[in-house]
């Protein structure tokens, strides 16, 4: 199901939309300052994002010596 978007070059619906809730850093202090948003995907969208732009991003950081030694998590040998 993931191929299919991907092949025809469209988004569904569901991909569109994210849930954003706010959570408090300090408990009990909800100050706008210190509020921590976080957005929500599906997480079929968030595999498509991991699996097309992170190999790009990595293949492209190690083309351009872009990439620092300690960032070993994902590169090649």
Do not use: C
Not at 39 to 66: C, M, P, Q, S, T
């Amino acid at each position: 199901m993931l191929n299919i978007p991907i092949q025809h070059g469209f988004a569904p619906e569901r991909w569109t939309q994210s849930v954003t809730p706010m959570i408090e850093k300090d408990e009990g202090k909800p100050y706008l300052t210190r509020l921590r948003v976080i957005h929500l995907f599906e997480a079929d969208y968030n595999l498509f994002l991991k699996i097309l732009f992170g190999k790009r991003l990595v293949r492209n950081g190690e083309k351009y010596d872009a990439l620092n030694d300690q960032q070993h998590g994902s590169r090649p040998f």
